[in-house]
């Protein structure tokens, strides 16, 4: 019988405090566990030295110290952890693309390795040109030299389906918790009331349609404040300035909050939930927004509308979303109406269970004789 053993690259590390990506880790790697699996998880700690191991609820992780904490201090991280996990013949997965030509080390070394591309990062804005580059140079190694490419979107997988054959090529989305109930305490501390505001949870980019929506949301008096939760840092960022000079009275920055009992709560009580990105494939926010049943306002590109289906409403500029601000959200009748479809659109394909399912059985495919 196969040893069931898995080493998972790409992120932070465990438990999750960072984003997306780690959450995700942190649930496969339980789940795994939970099913008879030896996992090992590569997190990134500050300072220097060689590795260490330590335990976290059963999971081993490999502690990679790197004193920097910018783009190459992480790029300095991914190489240490290829080059730890090409000790052994373990199956590996790798979740993003950033790095993935550090992966040619795997391939030489006869090393299976599955990979999530992620979005499409070399788009987004924020980026300078040679990050661009970098990002574009990386998209295309992954999908050339991973043993298996998982894509989290339909979009996705049509992208990569182009360079490999399709049996290559697997759509999983992201997963999130199914929030059936929350402590309203957790939002009165902020000075809420459960269906009394409305929410935007996303990091302050020009991608994410901050500026579009603070600017809709302010151009008169909503009765109801807009939270919106993100670092924002106007003294050194001009973009995070101009936001915040354009808010009204009833837009409060709440800056970043990574307590994930706070966040769930935050989605759960809102009147409804906006999601600005415009790029990338399932972004793990708007799938949270779903399970926690909240109305969903999101931007109207194909990989949101696959994402949150029928059971949203959708914008392209600052007046179409002025509009729905001015109509339909004042609809109480249509506002529980999409809490519904927004729920059922969650339970149809996005719980952990169906997701980590899916992603055992794709990685036992995988497993060394």
């Known amino acids: 019988m196969n040893q069931k053993k898995l080493r998972i690259l790409g992120i932070r590390g465990i438990p999750a405090i960072h984003g997306g990506f780690e959450t995700f880790a942190e649930h496969l790697a339980i789940y795994l566990r939970q099913k008879g699996w030896d996992v090992e998880v590569y997190c990134q700690v500050e300072g220097a030295g060689g590795s260490t191991t330590d335990s976290w609820d059963g999971i081993t992780r490999i502690n990679i110290p790197e004193p920097r904490l910018d783009a190459l201090g992480t790029m300095r991280f991914d190489w240490k952890c290829i080059k730890h996990a090409s000790q052994s013949k373990s199956l590996v997965l790798t979740l993003g693309y950033n790095t993935a030509i550090f992966g040619l080390f795997l391939k030489l070394k006869g090393i299976p390795h599955l990979m999530n591309m992620d979005g499409i990062e070399w788009k987004r804005k924020k980026w300078g040109v040679f990050a661009r580059i970098w990002f ?14 998982i894509a989290d979107h339909p979009k996705i997988q049509e992208r990569y389906s182009g360079r490999r054959k399709s049996s290559d090529v697997t759509m999983i989305p992201y997963g999130a918790d199914d929030v059936t109930q929350a402590d309203e305490l957790l939002i009165k501390q902020y000075g809420l009331q459960a269906n009394e505001y409305a929410v935007y949870i996303a990091r302050p980019e020009p991608e994410n349609s901050l500026f579009e929506v603070v600017t809709a949301f302010s151009k008169t008096s909503r009765g109801y404040p ?5 670092r924002m840092m106007p003294e050194t960022n001009k973009f995070h300035k101009k936001v915040m000079s354009e808010a009204s009275d009833e837009v409060q920055f709440l800056g970043a909050i990574h307590e994930r009992e706070i966040v769930n709560a935050l989605r759960y009580f809102s009147k409804y939930y906006i999601h600005g990105h415009t790029v ?17 306002l999101a931007h109207a590109n194909e990989f949101n509308r696959w994402v949150a289906g029928e059971g949203a409403h959708y914008f392209n500029t600052a007046e179409e979303l002025e509009t729905m601000f001015d109509s339909f959200v004042t609809n109480q009748h249509q506002l529980e109406s999409l809490r519904t479809m927004s729920k059922c659109r969650f339970l149809d394909s996005f719980t952990w269970d169906r997701i980590l399912s899916e992603y055992e059985r794709l990685l036992t495919k995988y497993l060394q004789s």
């Open 136 to 149: 574009y140079f990386n998209e295309w190694a992954g999908s050339l030299l991973a043993d298996h490419l």
């Open 226 to 230: 807009l939270i919106i939760l993100s």
């Open 280 to 296: 990338g494939g399932t972004n793990p926010s708007l799938v949270e927004a779903l399970g926690a049943g909240s109305p969903v």
